[in-house]
């Protein structure tokens, strides 16, 4: 009975993953693809690997995701795995679904800070949903939840700075101008994570950190 207990997600949880996977995969291909903005994390690393070593990004996104996934499993339980797995494999198919069926276009034409606005805001609060919710999208996301803990930074912050320097190496083989607008979509993601992450906690326990469902350590 424990161990159901365990594994079980409640569906207020499971609606939240989903819509804040819906909502990431949805400004991902509307915004940042129909835009030309660049892609940070370790979607930037393995664009980067192709680009300087002809490494296949497929590959490359394995090799990178699945020691954090192991380490996640250690550090924060199978309870978040399972939900970054249900988070990660909806929106691979909420993206899929925008790719193949979707006729809506969001086209800012040359203004780009628009585009840059939006894709922050939106992104920011997709991946503060699921993070809220005790998942994340990808090994990207789970390495820097895990960062936060560490170092008490605020997660948006260790997003934003994680991103930002992937996007600013790839400047090697990026355009200069949609790079700079990404970073910029990237910093309003940060404080809208923060923001979502956070909405409610601070009144409710102000002296008590946010964990982001990381396993309490025992003696």
Not at 34 to 49: H, M, P, Y
Not at 87 to 92: D, E, N, Q, V
Not at 199 to 211: D, E, I, L
Request: hydrophobic share 55%.
């Amino acid at each position: 009975m424990r161990n159901i207990t365990k594994w079980k997600i409640n569906s207020r949880q499971l609606l939240i993953m989903l819509s804040g996977s819906f909502l990431l995969a949805f400004s991902y291909y509307h915004i940042n693809f129909q835009n030309g903005l660049s892609e940070g994390g370790f979607v930037g690393l393995a664009l980067l690997g192709k680009y300087l070593f002809d490494l296949p990004p497929a590959l490359t996104m394995l090799v990178l995701d699945i020691p954090i996934f192991i380490l996640a499993v250690w550090l924060k339980g199978r309870k978040f795995i399972a939900h970054t797995l249900i988070a990660s494999m909806s929106f691979s198919l909420f993206y899929e679904l925008c790719d193949s069926f979707s006729p809506l276009r969001m086209d800012f034409g040359s203004n780009l800070l628009m585009a840059a606005l939006f894709s922050g805001l939106l992104t920011g609060l997709g991946a503060g949903l699921v993070i809220r919710a005790g998942g994340a999208t990808g090994g990207d996301d789970i390495l820097s939840l895990m960062i936060s803990q560490w170092t008490g930074l605020k997660i948006g912050t260790v997003f934003m700075a994680m991103d930002a320097i992937v996007l600013v190496v790839s400047l090697l083989y990026l355009p200069l101008k949609e790079t700079m607008f990404t970073i910029l979509a990237v910093m309003i993601a940060g404080q809208m994570i923060t923001w979502t992450v956070q909405f409610g906690h601070r009144a409710a326990a102000p002296r008590r950190p946010v964990t982001y469902g990381m396993k309490k350590k025992t003696a």
